[in-house]
């Protein structure tokens, strides 16, 4: 694997969990040091940068700092072993995965073995709080159209569009009046000027259709103003913001617009807006 793949695993990597080397074991702390011999797998992707849940009674558990081993069983047969950030847990307790990248034949030195298939999650959501885990994919659950890492099994490809392909909100309608703003743009005019605008300072205003909370340190919010093209989904833009505007409210953003924005692993987006902020 070269440099760029393995960097691009890495930021796919901190997109799950944060899940960065700093633990006591390489294996642990950097899965990316045995990609270059393992196959790997992506599940579909419901929200923003984050792939499907698995949800199951925890059967074993082991805590290897950073992390927390668990082997999953969902009720129906199927089991899966599962890596999150380090946890208290109970042995028979219902849980949700929030998310991660699906690793195969990955080798843990500190425990001494070999999981066939194991998931290194971003987190994870006990039974009785599963009703508040955030789905910004909206009702339809996953992308259209599968996901797989670069010649990955299955088949399936990478859909790139607008925003993260699971995460685009449907054209709602809305019409808000463009930014009065020197460097203010619709979003339409954001998408139609990407490349020009990239790395710029960049102001939107438009409604708040769908907001995705405290993703990597970040709320993720989709934005529409009624400019843009549905059938090319440019239509919803995607900003990062630590503010926490409430869904359904006009606001003005001001932040730096990154054209082509590719995290690896199915998060590309053609227009990203990151660490904006409210402005009047």
Known sequence: MN???????LIALALMAGLTGCGNDVSESDPATQAGTQSRTV??????????????????????SP?????????AGHESWAAVPQ??????????????????????KTLNRTFESIIFAAG??????????????????GPAGGVQSEGGPHGMDFQSSGGSSGAIVPF???????????????????????????????TVKGMVVKISPNIMGKNWLHIQDGTGDPTQNTHDLVVTSSAM???????????????????GFGYRYDVLIEDAEIVK
């Open 3 to 9: 440099i760029q793949k393995i960097a691009r695993y």
């Open 43 to 64: 599940a579909q992707t419901p929200s923003d940068p984050q792939l499907a849940a698995f949800s199951g009674k925890v059967m074993e558990k082991q805590d290897v």
């Open 67 to 75: 992390y927390t081993y668990i082997r999953l069983a969902d009720g």
């Open 87 to 108: 946890t208290p847990l109970d042995i028979g307790e219902e849980v949700t995965l929030q998310g991660g990248i699906v690793m195969s034949n990955f080798t843990s």
């Open 124 to 141: 994870l959501i006990r039974g009785s709080e599963k009703g508040t885990m955030p789905n910004p994919a909206g009702a339809g659950g």
């Open 172 to 202: 709602t309608g809305v019409k808000v009046e463009k930014t009065t703003a020197p460097n203010g743009y619709t979003v339409g005019e954001l998408f139609a000027q990407a490349a020009d605008l990239n790395n710029r300072k960049v």
């Open 245 to 263: 505007p409430e869904k359904g409210t006009i606001v003005s953003l001001e932040g730096i617009l990154a054209a082509d924005k590719d995290f």
